[in-house]
């Protein structure tokens, strides 16, 4: 018996092995099609949309997104955090990761642009000068959320930042900002046009003059590991395709 025993285990084994480095394979192919994105708030359901169309006819490619703050996206990128491209809401995020020689140059280009507007219910204001009459407005944190970073800059430039900083409530991104102006915790508030087309409560009040503050451009570029992971470079040449600029276009994003 102990012989017929340890044949059946000579001839069962060689299998088992078989198999099991058959799951193996499998498994490092499919971590080999992962592609991670860092984007920012405002670009979620855009990114999400592209990102679902891409696996129609490329079912292996499995995404893992994160959404935030520009700045708190980079943070996490320069802290090790896994990403293979990189889609903030300005460049100054990007030059920040970009001098720290965590991306690949060669990818880095402009991926969309946005426009600031100022949201809330209707008859709360028609301009920035009325924004003085309100109590709470919302904003992004200017230290890392790039809208709240325009809305400053727009304040500043219109001579009103010292009369409303004490109504500023800070938001962690903008889908934050535009979440309070929703549930009525606040009068308004500054966020991108894209989101605030998507709104359920809230209306544009009135567009920001863009002479107050920079063109809000989305750059994008694949970061050092990203720039070796095929599956990545395959999708940041889509997301530069015209494909992309058919989908950013139904959300309200201008061409690059």
Same mark, same amino acid.
């Given at each position: 018996?102990?012989?017929?025993?340890?044949?059946?285990?000579?001839?069962? /084994?060689?299998?088992?092995?078989?198999?099991?480095?058959?799951?193996?394979?499998?498994?490092?192919?499919?971590?080999?099609?992962?592609?991670?994105?860092?984007?920012?708030?405002?670009?979620?359901?855009?990114? %999400?949309?592209?990102?679902?169309?891409?696996?129609?006819?490329?079912?292996?490619?499995?995404?893992?997104? %994160?959404?935030?703050?520009?700045?708190?996206?980079?943070?996490?990128?320069?802290?090790?955090?896994?990403?293979?491209?990189?889609?903030? @809401?300005?460049?100054?995020?990007?030059?920040? /990761?970009?001098?720290?020689?965590? /991306?690949?140059?060669?990818?880095?280009?402009?991926?969309?642009? %946005?426009?600031?507007?100022?949201? #809330?219910?209707?008859?709360?204001?028609?301009?920035?000068?009325?924004?003085?009459?309100?109590?709470?407005?919302?904003?992004?944190?200017?230290?890392?959320?790039?809208?709240?970073?325009?809305?400053?800059?727009?304040?500043?430039? @219109?001579?009103?930042?010292?009369?409303?900083?004490?109504?500023?409530?800070?938001?962690?991104?903008?889908?934050?900002?535009?979440?309070?102006?929703?549930?009525?915790?606040?009068?308004?508030?500054?966020?991108?046009?894209?989101?605030?087309?998507?709104?359920?409560?809230?209306?544009?009040?009135?567009?920001?003059?863009?002479?107050?503050?920079?063109?809000?451009?989305?750059?994008?570029?694949?970061?050092?590991?990203? #720039?070796? %992971?095929?599956?990545?470079?395959?999708?940041?040449?889509?997301?530069?395709? /015209?494909?992309?600029?058919?989908?950013?276009?139904?959300?309200?994003?201008?061409?690059?």
């Amino acid at each position: 018996m102990k012989t017929r025993s340890a044949s059946l285990f000579g001839k069962v /084994l060689p299998k088992a092995v078989a198999v099991a480095c058959c799951f193996l394979a499998l498994v490092s192919a499919a971590a080999a099609e992962e592609v991670r994105i860092s984007a920012a708030a405002s670009l979620r359901d855009a990114v %999400n949309e592209l990102c679902d169309s891409y696996c129609r006819t490329h079912r292996g490619v499995r995404f893992v997104k %994160n959404f935030g703050g520009s700045g708190q996206l980079a943070k996490q990128i320069q802290s090790g955090a896994p990403a293979d491209i990189f889609l903030p @809401a300005n460049r100054e995020w990007l030059d920040y /990761l970009k001098g720290r020689k965590m /991306l690949d140059p060669s990818s880095i280009g402009t991926f969309t642009f %946005n426009t600031l507007v100022f949201a #809330g219910a209707p008859g709360k204001a028609s301009c920035l000068k009325d924004l003085v009459d309100l109590q709470r407005i919302a904003i992004g944190s200017p230290l890392s959320v790039p809208a709240g970073e325009y809305a400053l800059a727009a304040l500043k430039k @219109a001579g009103l930042d010292r009369q409303l900083e004490k109504k500023l409530v800070m938001a962690k991104d903008v889908r934050e900002s535009l979440m309070y102006v929703e549930r009525g915790e606040v009068d308004g508030g500054f966020v991108y046009r894209t989101d605030a087309l998507r709104a359920k409560r809230a209306r544009i009040l009135f567009t920001v003059p863009q002479e107050l503050y920079p063109r809000v451009v989305y750059p994008i570029a694949l970061t050092v590991p990203g #720039g070796k %992971n095929g599956a990545a470079v395959g999708f940041y040449a889509y997301l530069r395709g /015209l494909d992309a600029k058919s989908v950013l276009a139904k959300y309200g994003f201008a061409g690059s």
